[in-house]
């Protein structure tokens, strides 16, 4: 009977779980719409998922809502920063593209894509780093790049993965389409968030839940 009850429970938290996300990804696309709010909303989702790792679900839809409206400006300013830089490096490279294949063009090249991965570590810490960690948008960039480039293995890999698999579910398998469809961001992002968790528990002293809080229980934060 008792092990009926768990399985139960189980299974309860798990749809619970994916309704959760069915709903943040329509938050996500509603409110993505101006396409300059981007940023903003995916600093929500990660307030919503990195919450929902730390404490459990709750009211995942004024959760959201919250974090969108705290972070609107500092989000919104860094996402059209993000967007102001990788369009530039993308009139860069169709610059030196169009000069052939010549020594100095090809060197240009290389040193835009270094650049644009350079943006691209920054841009996958940026928004959970804006969801958790207070300051000014200067320091929460340099937070960025250092936790990017000081915890990329294995924690910015696995998050850089997480979204290579998602796009290339979404782009050579149908059934990857319609979940991504469905589930899309909030997915990613809710699986990214206890990568991102593991290294705020680091930096960011909260109380323990517990002995074996798997975030900052034991001797490793005292």
Same mark, same amino acid.
């Not at 490279?93 to 000069?99: L, V």
């Not at 090249?109 to 920054?122: E, G, K, R, T």
């Not at 480039?149 to 294995?154: A, E, H, K, T």
């Given at each position: 009977?008792?092990?009926?009850?768990?399985?139960?429970?189980?299974?309860?938290?798990?749809?619970?779980?994916?309704?959760?996300?069915?709903?943040?990804?329509?938050?996500?696309?509603?409110?993505?719409?101006?396409?300059?709010? %981007?940023?903003?909303?995916?600093?929500?989702?990660?307030?919503?998922?990195?919450?929902?790792?730390?404490?459990?679900?709750?009211?995942?839809?004024? @959760?959201?809502?919250?974090?969108?409206?705290?972070?609107?400006?500092?989000?919104?300013?860094?996402?059209?920063?993000?967007?102001?830089?990788? $369009?530039?490096?993308?009139?860069?490279?169709?610059?030196?593209?169009?000069? $052939?294949?010549? @020594?100095?063009?090809?060197?240009?090249?290389?040193?835009?894509?270094?650049?644009?991965?350079?943006?691209?570590?920054?841009? @996958?810490?940026?928004?959970?780093?804006?969801?958790?960690?207070?300051?000014?948008?200067?320091?929460? *960039?340099?937070?960025?790049?250092? %936790?990017?480039?000081?915890?990329?293995?294995?924690?910015?890999?696995?998050?850089? @993965?997480?979204?290579?698999?998602?796009?290339?579910?979404?782009?050579?398998? %149908?059934?990857?389409?319609?979940?991504?469809?469905?589930?899309? *961001?909030?997915?990613?992002?809710?699986?990214?968030?206890?990568?991102?968790?593991?290294?705020?528990?680091?930096?960011?002293? &909260? &109380?323990?839940?517990?002995?074996?809080?798997?975030?900052?229980?034991?001797?490793?934060? &005292?």
């Amino acid at each position: 009977m008792n092990s009926n009850l768990a399985y139960d429970n189980v299974v309860l938290r798990f749809f619970n779980k994916v309704t959760d996300l069915v709903v943040l990804n329509l938050l996500f696309l509603l409110t993505s719409l101006p396409v300059f709010t %981007m940023g903003t909303s995916l600093t929500a989702l990660y307030a919503v998922n990195l919450r929902s790792i730390r404490y459990g679900d709750g009211y995942v839809v004024r @959760t959201y809502w919250g974090a969108f409206k705290k972070n609107f400006r500092q989000a919104t300013l860094a996402w059209l920063f993000l967007l102001a830089a990788g $369009g530039i490096l993308f009139l860069d490279y169709r610059f030196w593209k169009s000069f $052939g294949g010549g @020594t100095f063009s090809r060197v240009q090249l290389v040193l835009i894509f270094v650049l644009a991965f350079c943006f691209i570590l920054v841009g @996958t810490w940026l928004f959970p780093v804006i969801a958790k960690m207070e300051g000014s948008l200067k320091h929460q *960039i340099g937070t960025a790049a250092k %936790m990017a480039v000081g915890y990329f293995l294995p924690y910015t890999f696995f998050a850089l @993965t997480l979204t290579g698999l998602a796009i290339v579910a979404a782009f050579f398998s %149908m059934g990857g389409l319609v979940i991504m469809g469905v589930l899309g *961001i909030a997915l990613v992002t809710y699986l990214q968030s206890f990568f991102f968790y593991k290294v705020f528990a680091r930096h960011i002293r &909260e &109380e323990a839940l517990g002995a074996d809080d798997p975030l900052y229980g034991g001797s490793d934060h &005292e």
